[in-house]
């Protein structure tokens, strides 16, 4: 992906990096349990 505003977060520091950043679009992309992540990054976002 061409996008000099994109990130690598690690599944350990992901909530981390996220808190950093002012989010208009979040695009999450992975296998296995990327799907543990969807309630806690809903529920930081609804805050």
Wanted: hydrophobic letters at 45%; glycine letters at 6%.
């Amino acid at each position: 992906m061409k996008n000099p505003g994109k990130v690598l977060a690690s599944k350990a520091n992901v909530l981390e990096v996220l808190k950093t950043k002012q989010i208009d679009v979040l695009m999450t992309l992975g296998a296995g349990d990327i799907d543990t992540f969807v309630t806690p990054i809903k529920n930081w976002l609804s805050q």
